[in-house]
């Protein structure tokens, strides 16, 4: 079984609009969301959850008020003011970090889980499909992502999959990390403007660093030539593949809106493109070690 994800540094640059058209065109594939901080591949693939499970992201402290004495060295212990005056957690603002439950003279504090997102499931009309979500103000999407994956590297091993398509984080930060752990290819979608450019030469030192094969789909090309030019010059200087390129179209969102994909909505050059790039990717797929 293989695995696929595709990332870009920048956000916006078109990941889901291609991860999408990919699932719509892969077979026997699982389809992973690992956006978990802003997820909106179901938008497109409209998934049917079939079973949900509590994330748990780090644990946070709890004071078992029967034992507590009222000494406060909790509270001038902690570095995060996340205990109230009455002895009881803001769970907003504890960071796990347990100096509270080593101070405590009286034992009356432990570290318990705290439920902080969902792990979703689903079957899409492509195939099985997880994705996720954080409660508001929650972190630890990293671990969120890792969470996904391994959902959907179950789902694969039940269904006999052959792939595993991730929709990655923009970034290149923990959840990028945690996305590209593991994978066979990743499929960095940039676009011709300066911040495009920068995150590129970024994500690819992250990929190289964590040593993932990466090539290159150019999206909205059409923004600016000359940059692409660019792009293409210096992806060939480091041997990096450029899979394919595609115009600034009105195509993708108008398929978005209607909750399709590209492939779905336009039979043209531009899902030709995508069709080719898919190629593309497919075959450095089944090269990878
Ligand atoms: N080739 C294109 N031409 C014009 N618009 C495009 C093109 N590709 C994608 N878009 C549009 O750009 C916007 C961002 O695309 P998309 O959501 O796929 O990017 P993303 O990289 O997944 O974003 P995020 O970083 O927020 O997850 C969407 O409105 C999409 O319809
Ligand atoms: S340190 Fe322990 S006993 Fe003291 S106030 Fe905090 S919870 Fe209560
Ligand atoms: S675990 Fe750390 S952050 Fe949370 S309440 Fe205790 S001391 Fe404060």
Redesign the pocket.
Known sequence: MKQLVII?GK????????TAAIASMAENAIIADC?VD?P?LHLVLEPEITEASDFHGMEIAHIDTERCTGCNICIENCNFDAIYTDHSINSCKCEGCGVCEYVCPENAIKMINNPSGSVFDSMTRYGPMVHAELMIGEEASGKLVTAVKEHASSLAGENGAELIIC?GP?GTGCPVIAAITGADLALI?TEPSLSGIHDLERIIQVTDHFRIPAIVCI??YSINEENTKQIEISCKENGIIVAGK????????KA?IGKKTVIEYADNEFSENLREIWKTVRSELCESP
């Not at 956000?11 to 291609?18: E, L, P, S, V």
């Not at 595609?246 to 969102?253: A, C, E, G, H, R």
């Open positions: 870009s956000g916006g640059t078109g990941k889901t609009t291609i956006d802003a909106n929709d923009p979608v999206n909205k595609l115009p600034y179209d009105t195509i993708p969102n978005m």
